[in-house]
């Protein structure tokens, strides 16, 4: 069994499928971060989650018009840059929560280390992600479609 050059192992449909549930969840996530609740009903979130708010936004953005592109066409060179570019977006987000760390965790000393330790690995692996999504983008590159009409062979 053969799939089409670019693509996935996964068949087509479900695919599709993956990618509409992707972008419903991150429509999901928009809504919850922004409206309702909002992120301030998080009791651990402090007023300087504004600051971050829009990083964060913009990771989920990213995500949600990937899902979108990739349910009119997926080829393998397109989904890595679109995992580079969420993960360079996400990245961005990291560093901003580690820089501003809008957290309060009632002086507990051992929940801000998990959160920095967790923020931190992520860090390292969103790096190790979007070197992954540069290789992969490297080893299929977008190759012009043939023009109508023309043979292909």
Known sequence: MTHAA????APAGARRVGYGVGAL?????????NLWPGWDAVPFLTADTERVVGFVNASILAG??????YL?????????????LTTGVGLAAIVAMWRVFPFDFDGSSTWELVTR??????????????????IGLRRS???????????SG
Do not use: C, E, Y
Not at 6 to 9: E, L, N, Q, R, T
Not at 141 to 151: D, L, N
């Open 141 to 151: 590159p977008p190759r012009p479609r043939p023009a109508a009409g023309s043979a």
């Open 25 to 33: 969840v991150n429509a999901v996530l928009l809504v919850l971060v």
């Open 64 to 69: 949600l018009l990937t899902n979108l592109v």
């Open 72 to 84: 009119l066409r997926d080829p393998a060179w397109l989904k890595s840059f679109g995992t580079m």
């Open 117 to 134: 330790i967790l923020l931190g690995i992520a860090a390292v692996g969103s790096a190790i992600g979007f070197v992954v999504a540069l």
């Open 6 to 9: 670019g693509s996935a192992a």
